[in-house]
């Protein structure tokens, strides 16, 4: 399957927006929906896969099965978390290999301690050294088989350190090589506008995380300030939730003796588009084409 790089997807939109996908399904409506891109998280995906917080429980065989079967529903180029590369410098190498066979566009790593790794960027307990860091991330490019994937340097340094010491690592970041810079947990609108100053020219991405302590700020705002990559980390994990822990309660209730769930709006236009989805029309035509018993028409 073809794609194309993140660095043409980001020629498409200013700001690019991705959602995160959290399995092949979402990947594939992501798709359909017009979006140029995607990304694929740590969170969302352990969510989805094996009911897991993202606090440093898994390693890189259980990202890189969930990547492969979200890659393999959807064209679109996609990032995805590469956490702290999973180990040292080798380990960074396996895992960039790996992604890399697996389509992954770009990737990004981040300077938060695994041992002491938080779901919520806002949170972090602890950062690796800058120098540890700087380390995995040249090791990263060093590994990368094609130019054209992209290593995107995130640090969880500024709700440790503050503003200041998050932009001096990016900009250690860049010096030494990478390919953009991601500061997690910011939580002004005026540092984010700072920087996308301080780290003009470079591809500079941002994280809208709802019911957080971080602002909700418009792409466009985000354009003008700099950055040119917005990604939306929990919109579609939380709305999916949402609705499967309302429609369960309902059917809980109607199984007890209670009312009826609720029929779904538009049911018909629902089913028409999962159908859409799942490419069952494809599916008809390919059995039909080639009937199980013999005689039978095509």
């Given at each position: 399957m073809r794609r194309e790089t993140i660095r043409a997807a980001l020629g498409r939109e200013t700001p690019l927006v991705t959602p995160l996908a959290h399995d092949a399904l979402s990947a594939r409506l992501i798709e359909r929906a017009g979006f140029h891109a995607f990304t694929i998280g740590g969170s969302a995906l352990l969510a989805a896969r094996h009911a897991l917080p993202d606090i440093g429980l898994i390693g890189l065989a259980d990202m890189a099965e969930g990547i492969r079967d979200i890659a393999a529903a959807c064209s679109l180029p996609f990032l995805a978390d590469g956490d702290d590369g999973y180990g040292d410098a080798k380990s960074v190498t396996r895992m960039v290999e790996t992604y890399e066979s697996l389509g992954v566009g770009a990737i990004l790593i981040e300077d938060q301690l695994r041992d002491r790794k938080q779901q919520r960027a806002d949170k972090a307990l602890g950062v690796a050294e800058e120098a540890v860091i700087e380390q995995k991330l040249r090791?990263?490019?060093?590994?990368?088989?094609?130019r054209e994937t992209l290593v995107i340097g995130r640090t969880d340094a500024y709700g440790l350190l503050g503003l200041d010491a998050a932009l001096r690592r990016a900009e250690r970041f860049l010096r030494a090589g990478v390919d953009g810079v991601f500061i997690a947990g910011i939580r002004s609108e005026e540092h984010y506008a700072r920087a996308g100053r301080t780290l003009a020219g470079t591809i500079l991405?941002?994280?809208?995380?709802?019911g957080g302590?971080?602002?909700?700020?418009?792409?466009?705002?985000?354009?003008?300030?700099?950055y040119r990559h917005v990604s939306f980390p929990a919109s579609m994990?939380?709305?999916v939730a949402g609705?499967?822990?309302?429609?369960?309660?309902?059917?809980?209730r109607?199984?007890?003796?209670?009312?009826?769930?609720?029929p779904v709006d538009d049911l018909g236009a629902v089913r028409a588009a999962l159908d859409s989805a799942l490419d069952l029309e494809r599916w008809r035509r390919i059995a039909a084409a080639y009937p199980a018993e013999p005689g039978e028409a095509a």
């Open positions: 090791a990263a490019l060093a590994a990368r088989g094609d991405s941002a994280a809208m995380f709802e302590d971080t602002p909700w700020l418009t792409p466009h705002a985000l354009g003008q300030m700099g994990l939380f709305r609705a499967m822990q309302a429609a369960l309660g309902q059917l809980r109607y199984a007890g003796g209670g009312a009826p769930p609720a």
